[in-house]
């Protein structure tokens, strides 16, 4: 069974100009013990999915339709009580600024035990423990450092405190949203190892959300590709990377330059701008910047299978299978 | 083609004030770096943050003092210049900043933001609404968006007003810091090549500060990388590229995931993280981080070693070709 089940779901936005539909029809599922990307560019709808996960929503926000089932029960229904005991505990989140995340008038010994306050433990034990996570997580002199405040460590060091804090409570589930990106180079490789070797040991599955083709590609299973508040290609990570059914995917990764390897001064781009998610064009999504467009994509196109576990959301795939 | 800037062991200090545990003093955010632009061409500097880069590129702009060291442009010498004379090289020597929204005002009109270069050097007699929609074309942005304001706008949008801008009075040399960053992979290649584009038009010489690698190769001719302060490594592109010899340049080489999950990566993972410019290392300062290090690199400074098109500052240039019989 998958930690993370996500069917059908529909989030819009109220707006001033007409509801803005963020997303709409998306499926997908984190299955256990894997580590599944989430890639697209701005606007795909990374953040809606994710603050509807963990049901931390702009007011303007509703869920329009659609299942999010956790280990098999449905979350959607939850009051926002039940929702509290099961943030930190089953679902636990790593967000983008590391700077930003952490109570800068408190010592991170002292932030470590508080989020603790579930366990019937005492404070040497729970102190013991917060030192142990630290030390998981690569902080050299753990018991020292737990009286330290935010300040005194280093961006890439308040990440890895963020990573330990999120997996205190051993979840089922972590969502990283962009963990690597206000981070150097040098230093997401770090962060990135770090990740996979944690989601061994402690044995949870984590949704890794990111722009960067690079880092899905080097430590998810699975990635889902995302553009305009739709799915638009699932799959292995090698399937989708080498052999991408979808025009978008494609293009997305042509344009990576880091994917180019003969100098040029042109690099290529996706011309044109995502639709306006407030009066939604009709048919197929992407039609609108697609250099393979032709009439079928009038018609929204299915999610089409291109082998049993990568799927993809363009009518070329079932020509391609009739052919 | 002639050297359109020089630098030469320029050194940026600031003061720090010292607080309950450490006393007052001073760190150099660019430490003794030195190199030069041809008209025309475009030179990249690269590093972390903390590297020194955009300090570097605000003193060549006039925007922080070089407390040594020597910056000359077209042969005349910008340090220690006055701020009235500077202005009037601020025609030539522009500065694109890194925040593109954050760096128009949101009170002004896009025609006002682009026509602003010829209000502040009092450029008299232009039809400015043709100087706009001037401009405008040359970015690729229909002329309609002279009378937007800037929320009015996307980032790739601001980017390229913060061009038009940059442009407005026909320079030299304009300094980018970090042009691409927080784009899109989609919009950062549409960015990149406007640049090449109005380079090859307007015969501009670019230098362009950024951390991504990837950027570098395609538009740059020369690049230089940074490490606290100083440049490890320096040279042209396609040779620092092919036959990196700092094990840093390495090692960020390294750190750009392909998008591919077969890529044979050359993985060279950097130990610990960035050393304080408050407490340099001994010797050679990437020592604290370096997976090749040895004995000699705790102990004495390399010298800067000048090869063909290329330089650097190691002991043991390309040591992991020999060390791990592998090449890059």
Redesign the interface.
């Known amino acids: 069974m998958a930690v993370l089940d996500i069917l059908d779901l529909s989030v819009s936005y109220t707006t001033p100009r007409g509801d803005l539909k963020a997303l709409r029809g998306v499926s997908l599922s984190v299955p256990q013990r894997r580590i599944v990307g989430i890639v697209g560019?701005?606007g795909c709808g990374k953040s809606t999915l994710i603050s509807a996960i963990i049901r931390l929503m702009a007011p303007n926000a509703q869920i329009r339709s659609g299942s999010i089932r956790l280990k098999g029960a449905e979350i959607l229904e939850l009051s926002e009580a039940q929702m509290r005991a099961l943030r930190g505990a089953e679902i636990s989140m790593v967000f983008q600024d590391p700077m930003q995340t952490h109570n800068p008038v408190l010592t991170v010994g002292r932030q470590m035990i508080d989020i603790q306050y579930r366990d019937k433990l005492s404070k040497t034990e729970k102190r013991k423990r917060a030192a142990g996570m630290l030390a998981l997580v690569g902080i050299p002199d753990p018991e020292a450092r737990l009286n330290q405040y935010p300040f005194e460590f280093?961006?890439?060091?308040r990440q890895r405190i963020a990573i330990a804090m999120a997996l205190m409570a051993k979840p089922a589930l972590l969502i990283a949203d962009e963990p690597t990106t206000a981070l150097?180079?040098?230093?997401?490789?770090?962060i990135?190892?770090r990740l996979r070797e944690l989601q061994e040991e402690v044995g949870c599955s984590i949704l890794f959300i990111s722009?960067?083709?690079?880092?899905?590609?080097?430590l998810c299973d699975e990635v889902v590709v995302m553009y305009a508040g739709e799915v638009v290609e699932s799959g292995s990570?090698?399937d989708v990377?080498?052999n991408p059914a979808h025009p978008y995917t494609r293009?997305?990764?042509d344009?990576?330059?880091?994917?180019?390897k003969v100098?040029?001064?042109?690099?290529?781009?996706?011309p044109g701008?995502i639709p306006d998610l407030v009066h939604l064009p009709q048919g197929c999504i992407f039609a609108g910047r697609c250099d393979k467009r032709h009439d079928a994509c009038a018609a929204r196109p299915d999610m089409a299978t291109v082998n049993p576990s990568h799927h993809a959301a363009c009518h070329l795939i079932a020509v391609r299978e009739t052919a | 083609m002639s050297t359109l800037l020089q630098i030469r062991d320029v050194r940026v200090r600031f003061r720090v004030r010292g607080g309950i545990f450490s006393s007052a003093g001073s760190i150099d955010a660019v430490s003794g770096v030195s190199l030069k632009i041809e008209e025309g061409t475009t030179c990249g500097i690269v590093g972390?943050?903390g590297s020194g880069k955009t300090t570097l590129a605000r003193a060549v702009a006039g925007l922080h003092h070089a407390t040594s060291g020597s910056i000359l442009y077209r042969g005349q010498e910008l340090r220690d210049l006055p701020e009235a004379e500077f202005r009037k090289l601020r025609r030539e020597i522009v500065m694109m900043f890194q925040d593109p929204i954050g760096s128009l005002s949101p009170r002004l009109s896009i025609k006002s933001l682009i026509t602003e270069p010829f209000r502040i050097q009092g450029i008299k007699g232009r039809d400015l609404d043709a100087e706009a929609k001037r401009l405008l074309a040359m970015v690729g942005l229909p002329p309609e968006f002279a009378a937007r304001y800037p929320y009015q706008i996307?980032?790739g949008q601001a980017r390229r007003v913060g061009v038009a801008r940059a442009l407005a009075l026909d320079p030299k040399l304009l300094i980018a810091d970090e042009p691409t960053a927080g784009l899109?992979?989609?919009?950062?290649?549409?960015m990149?090549?406007l640049l090449?584009r109005l380079q090859?038009e307007l015969g501009l010489a670019i230098m362009i500060i950024t951390?991504?690698?990837?950027?570098v190769?395609?538009?740059t001719d020369r690049v230089g990388i940074m490490y606290l302060g100083k440049l490890v490594e320096e040279g042209e592109?396609?040779t620092v590229f092919a036959r990196p010899q700092h094990p840093y340049t390495l090692?960020?080489l390294?750190?750009?995931?392909?998008?591919?999950?077969?890529?044979q990566?050359m993985?060279v993972?950097?130990k610990g993280?960035?050393p304080s410019i408050l407490r340099r290392p001994d010797g050679c300062e990437f020592h604290t981080r370096c997976p090749f290090v040895q004995p000699k690199c705790a102990a004495e400074v390399p010298a800067w070693e000048v090869s063909g098109e290329a330089a650097h500052r190691c002991h043991f240039p390309a040591s992991w070709a020999q060390s791990e019989g592998r090449t890059a």
């Open positions: 560019e701005s280093s961006g890439g060091m150097d180079a040098t230093l997401e490789v770090q990135i190892k722009h960067h083709l690079g880092v899905i590609a080097e990570v090698r990377f080498h293009a997305l990764l344009c990576d330059p880091g994917h180019i100098r040029t001064r042109n690099l290529p781009t996706i701008n | 972390e943050s996307s980032g899109d992979v989609s919009i950062q290649g549409e990149l090549n090449a090859d951390h991504n690698l990837s950027v190769r395609h538009i592109t396609e090692a960020l390294a750190a750009n995931p392909e998008a591919d999950p077969d890529a990566l993985r993972e950097l993280e960035p």
